[in-house]
């Protein structure tokens, strides 16, 4: 039905609303519960779940909770380092070991490849990626 | 029965006599072909109109057994009203529009019959299309992690406490960052609204929810300029990405530009 469905498939960059022109419920809350027009006339019938859908829908709230939650996501961004993605991760790791091994990390980059380390460890039960960190290293050494 | 039904069966005057209840998705001129496979949110599914002179509105009955308001309902008023819009002016009502059959005619069209026609007649051969716009987390975070030492500083202090003893200062790593995405936002969304401005003939930038929001905004289209409204939207998604992802919806019902009364 939408043209730019139709004559972008899946080649572009833009996302596209799955489904109807509209896309996800949220969208579709955030259209017809906010706007649209409202003559006096309608009753204001009994709504199941509307009350919780709204509050969804406008959570614009500066709250505690939102803090730090983009501490934490600052966490997570710092732990790829400048420039890098989380796909180069795998790539990253290694470069910072190497790094390590050599005695040029400083403790920021220390404490990530720690904490990548455990994510290997934990996700793959790589020990390959475990006794490669760098202080285990220069046990090693 | 429920609610629905005692308080729609109650007509402003007092009268106990029984009324139909039924429910408004938007308004169309009457001249206006509705498409074939629209589905209502009521028990027969299906979707007709109520005329009176040139506008019309376009009805369904509604459940009688239980209030309105599921996810069903909400998508079903959508669907109909932007399937509607693919084709045609229409003014879409706020979910949710329930009232007095009578009433659809003796309250709605007759008395506003002009003020509806007029606006159908601006909205005539245009839709909206709003476009979402959301950072790439970990890659303007970084950036912001660059290019901001007291950030910078906070964060590696954050991150080496145990959790409990930096919860003041992760509240406070946060709202920072926060802080300067609801600045940066204002910068990387007017950017985009100068580049698609010129492709419509109207816009609406609605404040964006989340500090990760960049944009937010509808924007009224030309029918016959839909495609180059699109192309524009897919330039400046590619200039953005790795950075902003672009989401966008439509073409929709003119929501975002129905004029208040």
């Known amino acids: 039905m939408t043209v730019s469905t139709q004559s972008r498939g899946g080649g572009g960059v833009v996302d596209r609303g799955g489904g109807g022109p509209g896309g996800g419920l949220a969208d579709v809350v955030e259209l017809i519960l906010d706007k649209g027009l409202v003559i006096d006339v309608f009753v204001r019938v009994s709504l199941v779940g509307i009350e919780i859908l709204t509050i969804d829908a406008r959570i614009v709230v500066a709250s505690v909770d939102t803090f730090l939650r983009f501490a934490e996501a600052t966490n997570r961004a710092d732990l790829y380092g400048k420039g890098a993605k989380p796909k180069d991760l795998g790539e990253l790791t290694q470069s910072i070991t190497e790094g390590g091994a050599k005695g040029k990390t400083s403790g920021v980059l220390d404490a990530a490849v720690d904490k990548v380390g455990e994510m290997l460890a934990s996700g793959r039960e790589d020990r390959e990626a475990v006794r490669r960190r760098p202080r285990q290293r220069e046990r090693d050494e | ?261």
């Open chain 2, 1 to 261: 029965m429920s609610d629905v039904v005692s308080e729609t069966q109650t007509p402003p005057d007092g009268d106990a006599e029984l009324v139909t209840p039924v429910y408004v998705y938007g308004l169309i001129r009457v001249d206006t072909q509705l498409p074939d496979d629209l589905a209502g949110l009521g028990p027969s599914g299906r979707v007709s109109t109520i005329e009176h002179g040139e506008v019309a509105a376009i009805v369904s009955d509604i459940p009688l057994d239980r209030p309105l308001g599921t996810r069903k309902d909400l998508l079903a008023h959508e669907s109909v009203v932007d399937a509607v819009a693919a084709s045609a002016a229409v003014l879409p009502m706020r979910f949710p529009a329930v009232t007095a059959e009578e009433s659809v005619v003796e309250e709605l069209l007759a008395p506003h019959q002009d003020h509806f026609l007029a606006v159908l007649g601006d909205l005539e051969g245009r839709v909206q299309f709003t476009l979402k716009g959301r950072y790439v987390e970990d890659a303007v975070l970084s950036e912001v992690l660059e290019g901001n030492d007291e950030i910078r500083a906070l964060q590696e202090k954050v991150r080496d406490l145990p959790e409990d003893a930096s919860y003041y200062d992760r509240v406070r790593l946060g709202e920072l960052v926060v802080g300067v995405l609801e600045q940066q936002r204002e910068d990387d969304a007017a950017q985009i609204l100068e580049r698609l401005e010129p492709f419509a003939v109207a816009v609406v930038a609605n404040q964006p929810g989340q500090p990760e929001d960049v944009i937010n905004a509808a924007f009224l289209v030309e029918r016959e300029r839909m495609q180059e409204f699109d192309d524009a939207v897919e330039n400046v998604g590619r200039d953005l990405d790795g950075r902003v992802r672009l989401r966008l919806l439509g073409p929709l019902a003119p929501y975002d530009f129905v004029p208040e009364e």
